[in-house]
């Protein structure tokens, strides 16, 4: 088969590796809780969209709290 690459285990990683794996790991459990909690935080009013929604796609690796920060709040007028 050709074209495969096999998924490397955690005892496949060099140790650099793994440091990375840790930090975009831990980076992503920040965004996560970080969203989850501005959520908790925010009234209804000034968020777009149902919450709930928010708070499920907030779960999609990076791409769920980025979206949540960028589009999902809404931006008060100065």
Same mark, same amino acid.
């Given at each position: 088969m050709h *074209?495969?690459?096999k998924k490397k285990s955690w005892k496949d990683m060099t140790p650099g590796q793994r440091v990375g794996m840790l930090v975009v790991?831990? *980076?992503q459990l920040a965004l996560l809780v970080a969203a989850q909690r501005n959520i908790s935080k925010t009234p209804a009013a000034q968020i777009r969209g149902n919450k709930a929604v928010w708070r499920a796609a907030?779960?999609?690796?990076f791409f769920g709290p980025l979206?949540?920060?960028?589009?999902g709040r809404r931006r008060g007028t100065a």
């Open positions: *074209g495969k690459k790991g831990a *980076g907030c779960f999609i690796n979206s949540y920060f960028l589009f």
